[in-house]
């Protein structure tokens, strides 16, 4: 038998998830939403001092948003 004729992996899952942590493929979604969430915030509070009505996100600007986010931590 080669070396080539089996996989080496035997739990998929946990190959990926270390290999993700590894190599910072993804950053975990939950770290995405938690600053997404204190980003709007911090608008929205900036411009409730200043007597302005409340900004509305769209889905196009938290996909600038995660762009910039995957920049900043390198992913």
Do not use: H, P
């Not at 270390?18 to 980003?39: M, Q």
């Not at 986010?69 to 390198?74: E, P, W």
């Amino acid at each position: 038998m080669s070396k080539g004729s089996k996989s080496r992996i035997q739990d998929q899952a946990k190959f990926n998830k270390g290999f993700d942590k590894i190599f910072n493929k993804a950053r975990d979604s939950e770290d995405l939403n938690i600053e997404w969430t204190c980003y709007t915030q911090a608008i929205n509070e900036t411009r409730l001092f200043y007597g302005l009505d409340s900004q509305i996100f769209s889905v196009a600007d938290k996909e600038i948003f995660t762009k910039a986010f995957n920049k900043k931590y390198n992913t």
